[in-house]
């Protein structure tokens, strides 16, 4: 196994309101399936990998999980209190998969667009958690939909989700930068890499932080090379300046600075004291992934393929790296 540097990427998702209407018999049954998913250990199977394995649901650190499942229950009550407002729909399934209960929550978003068929926001969240379980054919329907929904619409602010302390100057992200993003990131991972480049150009057009802008071009950078289109994508490292303001998305950035010549590969696979031991095999996916494609666009095609094997052999498969690694792979038997 590989050794790799400090990252933790944390994926932002959305809220909004509204009502309209539900059952109450639909209310009581995820009632039930939460708690008694919160009591048990057992393993839960949420998808099938690219390659024919079995993904079961993560397990997380004990602290951790104490503070999700808190956020849960609270979700939960509200959802149970206002089951028709949509506002606690989208809550409910976000704090659903961020305990990695992706089934759980793209049903909660299903059942939502039978209230609300024409929210973005519920498109927009079960298309990211299609893309989670491997299900790119609807992320892609999913997203597409949403990207029309939004189309010549004000901007519109998605509170990051994740339930743990942030700091106060946490810079929320958008509705449509994170349309545009999973969009093109289940482009990429379908292969179709050119419709990846024009949905990431898109992208750009709502970009308003460092973070957003460096998550935006690693992606577009590498659908460039996967076409052949090389020029175009060194054109794209041009926005990457060194004295960046990136406060999340660390791997993503060292990946651009490795693809502009200013970091090498080994020290992308160097692991510091800091990273939590259930956060390592994130970082692998992230920064492994960056550096397997930097051998497979220099032509070591037998060293890129060991280093995406190293990042599948980790435990965080939800992972956009590890996803993507998993499907170069599955390209690469056929």
């Known amino acids: 196994m ?13 809220c909004s309101c509204g ?12 009632k039930k399936d939460v708690e008694d998913t919160l009591l048990t250990s057992e393993k ?27 956020a849960l229950r609270v979700a939960l009550q509200n959802y149970n209190d206002a089951p028709r407002n949509l506002e606690n729909i989208i809550w409910l399934g976000r704090r659903q998969a961020y305990l990695g209960r992706y089934q759980e929550a793209i049903d909660t978003y299903t059942n939502g667009l039978t209230l609300f ?27 597409e939909k949403s990207a029309q929904l939004v189309k010549s619409t004000p901007l519109t602010d998605e509170a990051n989700g994740i339930p743990l302390p942030l700091p106060e100057d946490d810079q ?11 969009l093109g990131l289940a482009y990429y991972l379908e292969g ?21 802008i ?21 054109e794209t490292l041009a926005m990457i300046r060194e004295d960046m303001d990136i406060r999340e998305n660390e791997g993503y950035f060292e990946r651009l600075l490795m693809y502009k010549g200013l970091v090498s590969p080994d020290s ?34 037998q060293l890129a393929k060991q280093i995406l094997e190293d990042i599948i052999e980790g435990r965080h498969w939800a992972a956009f790296g590890y996803i993507a690694a998993e499907a170069d792979l599955a390209r690469m038997q056929e």
């Not at 590989?2 to 959305?14: Q, R």
């Not at 009502?19 to 995820?30: A, C, K, L, M, Y």
């Not at 179709?192 to 957003?212: M, N, R």
Request: glycine share 6%; net charge negative; charged share 25%.
């Open 44 to 70: 839960v199977v949420e998808a099938i990998s690219l390659l024919g394995d079995t993904l079961y649901r993560l397990d997380l650190p004990q602290e951790r999980k104490a503070q999700y499942d808190s």
């Open 117 to 143: 068929p024409d929210s973005p926001e519920l498109y927009r969240h079960r298309g990211h958690r299609y893309i989670s379980t491997r299900q790119f054919d609807k992320a892609i329907a999913d997203l």
């Open 268 to 301: 992308l696979l160097e692991i510091g004291p800091n990273v939590p031991l259930a956060d390592r095999d994130l970082a692998l996916a992230t920064q492994g992934y960056g550096v397997g494609n930097f051998y497979l666009y220099n032509g070591e095609q």
């Open 192 to 212: 179709e890499y050119g419709k990846a480049a024009q949905t990431y150009e898109k992208c750009l057009e709502f970009c308003q932080t460092d973070d957003e």
């Open 2 to 14: 590989i050794k790799l540097s400090p990252f933790l990427l944390i994926v932002c998702v959305l």
């Open 172 to 182: 929320p992200t958008t509705l449509q930068f994170n349309i545009y993003y999973h």
């Open 214 to 234: 460096t998550a935006t071009a690693d992606w577009l950078y590498m659908a460039y090379r996967r076409l052949g289109e090389d020029e175009v994508a060194e």
């Open 19 to 30: 009502s309209s209407s539900t059952d109450q018999e639909s209310t009581i049954t995820v």
